[in-house]
């Protein structure tokens, strides 16, 4: 478990701005920042990728060559380890360098090229392995149109990327393999930390994992404050490490220091308090940075004093990372959330605490920013973690119009597109929000452009609500259908799918329906140039919107009827 990358499940919030690594006890990796150099300065060279396994330094790495190196004026940090969009990271890059932000999702990755294209800009994304799919693929949309753009584009401006993984990506990329510090590296850096013993011994023996390094140094230094010796780690129930780094059977790729990890974080859990045991466990189910009162709605019972010094007594141990901003915020290493997700097992108690946590503390509207619904966004990853795949649409259909309304089509697809996988494995014909996420995610790829793919998803939707003779479905549907088909400028063929949706509304009696079908009636006659038909149409629609006090719907027509005078 532990030589996987950790994959976001959902899209998260984008963690972005300065540097957030601490560059403490920083030791050599002269020849790697040499050749990041080199390449930052190369004309032909304009995507950079820093690989390697979790724990060997890269972010720091990162972190260093961001806070240090010259001749790049503006310069911007993106965490994307929470499955953050390329929507999120586009505008934000966008809005820190001063550039429009294009109303339209589609209109970004050219946008972020041309805003880096007239500068001399940096730009480092972390933790690029959280947007990949098990198979290199990209999970998340436009990483790959963005990737594959850049190189192309020929800029002053450089991207940097960190990732445990290389994705498939053109020709142009040049990489950096990651390894542990050199010998004398490692020796430094347990001086440093004020460690005795045989270091040029150990740090051979762990090929100078960086993070194992100060694992067991911050092990050693709590346990042995007076005397933190190598030779002590017999005491730990170490003793054997040796023993099993050098078997035939972990000798490989990446397997040593894995292994070593593993023993190191065994012997730190077991020396921890049952409090300190109980709170890294239960946070464990969050993702990104929590602070004192998120680790209490997981283990209640604690103060909240108590909380934020156990968490903070975790940081001594590397087991958790500490950051100021305004309030103190705590995160896991990506290697040690994932090895105490392992040991905690099952956790649905913790997830429904979580998600009690997030509802007391959600945002109402009226919302401007995604940032205003983060907490919906985390109650549906919690639920869609417990498997409750239903409590996990209820949740994002809560802002299921304002992400419409704020172009976040990007997102859509990522959340009903994991809802419709589940629901299509589990066969779950009959379930109502199976047939709604389809058709939502056939609107979200319809808004994003793609019609063929939203044609697909609305004809699966279609073809359901037939099957089980569900009418309100079926018109729906028919209706998308139409849409998308009016996108691909096939008007005669849209206009014979809304006319059976707007059947089927008369039929069942459903006026918003019908009112609906009427303005969508109208929009593919205007598109025809029939435009006294579409506003006898648009009117109808007013009409029927008028009195059932349908307000946006009205809005619409209005708006339609507008569009008809003036073509």
Request: glycine share 8%; with cysteine; proline share 3%.
């Amino acid at each position: 478990m532990i030589e996987r990358s950790t994959k976001a499940e959902s899209p998260g919030i984008l963690k972005a701005g300065d540097s957030p690594k601490s560059l403490a006890y920083w030791q050599g990796r002269t020849e790697e920042i040499a050749k990041i150099q080199q390449w930052l300065t190369d004309e032909n060279t304009f995507l950079i990728g820093t690989e390697g396994i979790g724990g060997t330094g890269k972010s720091t790495l990162s972190a260093k060559i961001y806070d240090e190196i010259g001749g790049f004026p503006k310069r911007f940090w993106a965490d994307v380890s929470n499955g953050a969009s390329f929507s999120d990271l586009a505008r934000k890059v966008l809005q820190e360098f001063g550039f429009p932000v294009p109303e339209q999702e589609t209109q970004l990755v050219e946008a972020l090229i041309r805003c880096l294209r007239t500068g001399q800009f940096l730009l480092i994304i972390d933790n690029l392995e959280s947007v990949l799919q098990a198979d290199r693929q990209w999970g998340s949309l436009f990483y790959g149109d963005f990737f594959n753009a850049w190189v192309e584009s020929g800029s002053k401006s450089k991207v940097l990327v960190t990732t445990r993984e290389r994705p498939e990506l053109p020709k142009g990329f040049a990489w950096l393999t990651l390894k542990g510090l050199q010998l004398k590296e490692g020796v430094a850096l347990l001086t440093e930390l004020e460690i005795r013993g045989d270091k040029a011994k150990f740090v051979k023996l762990v090929d100078g994992h960086p993070l194992l390094l100060k694992l067991v140094a911050d092990l050693l230094k709590e346990e042995y404050s007076q005397d933190p010796d190598l030779s002590r780690l017999v005491d730990l129930g170490l003793g054997n490490l040796p023993q099993l780094l050098t078997d035939p059977h972990v000798i490989g790729v990446h397997r040593r220091e894995n292994v070593g990890m593993v023993l190191v974080l065994d012997a730190s859990f077991a020396r921890l308090s049952e409090v300190q045991k109980a709170l890294l466990l239960n946070i464990s189910v969050y993702r990104g940075a929590i602070n004192s009162a998120a680790a209490l709605a997981v283990l209640p019972g604690s103060s909240a004093a108590e909380i934020e010094q156990e968490l903070r007594n975790l940081v001594k141990r590397s087991l958790l990372v500490e950051k100021l901003n305004g309030k103190r915020w705590f995160e896991f290493q990506p290697v040690v959330l994932e090895y105490v997700r392992y040991k905690a097992g099952d956790q649905t108690e913790a997830h429904q605490r979580a998600i009690d946590y997030y509802r007391s503390i959600a945002k109402q509207p009226p919302w401007n920013t995604k940032d205003d619904v983060k907490e919906y966004l985390e109650i549906f990853d919690h639920f869609y973690q417990l498997e409750d795949y239903n409590s996990a649409f209820d949740s994002i259909w809560v802002c299921h119009e304002f992400l419409s309304l704020r172009g976040y089509y990007a997102d859509k697809v990522e959340l009903y597109g994991q809802l419709v996988s589940k629901w299509a494995e589990l066969e779950a014909r009959e379930n109502w929000n199976y047939r709604a996420s389809l058709i939502s995610l056939g609107n979200a790829y319809n808004d994003l452009g793609q019609y063929q793919r939203a044609i697909e998803f609305h004809q699966q939707s279609l073809e359901i609500s037939r099957e089980i003779g569900d009418r309100s479905g079926e018109g729906i549907s028919l209706g998308s259908l139409g849409n998308a088909y009016l996108s691909l400028g096939e008007y005669q063929r849209a206009i014979n799918f809304h006319q059976q949706s707007l059947e089927i509304s008369r039929e069942i009696g459903d006026r918003r329906g019908e009112g609906n079908s009427l303005g969508n009636l109208g929009n593919a006659y205007n598109s025809l140039g029939q435009y006294q038909r579409a506003i006898d149409f648009h009117q109808q629609s007013l009409d029927i919107k008028g009195k059932i006090g349908d307000r946006r719907g009205e809005g619409n027509s209005l708006g339609n009827l507008g569009n008809a005078y003036n073509s």
